[in-house]
């Protein structure tokens, strides 16, 4: 098992683009859905993605998640497009 700093610091190894863009981001397991909530923030914006247990201990091994993957790179252009306005 792992913590919610193990899985943060495994994103952050595996997504390097999380760092870089300055997107930062929470991890909380809610163990009624069994998936993890992961938060996304950027000054005061914040969007929302559930990355589920599975997918989470692939992650844990090394393996990119396409759907995270996606969501980030999502989020970092409404972001950036917020920003602009």
Do not use: H
């Not at 998936?35 to 929302?48: D, H, P, S, V």
């Not at 992650?59 to 972001?79: A, N, S, V």
Request: charged share 35%; aromatic share 16%; glycine share 4%.
């Amino acid at each position: 098992m792992y913590t919610a700093v193990g899985l943060a610091n495994k994103l952050r190894e595996i997504y390097p683009n999380l760092g870089e863009n300055k997107l930062n981001f929470s991890v909380v397991f809610e163990k009624d859905k069994d998936a993890w909530l992961i938060t996304f923030f950027k000054g005061n914006l914040k969007r929302y993605a559930y990355l589920d247990k599975r997918d989470a201990d692939l992650c844990m091994e090394g393996q990119k998640c396409i759907y995270l993957e996606f969501i980030i790179d999502q989020y970092l252009r409404i972001f950036e497009e917020e920003e602009k306005k």
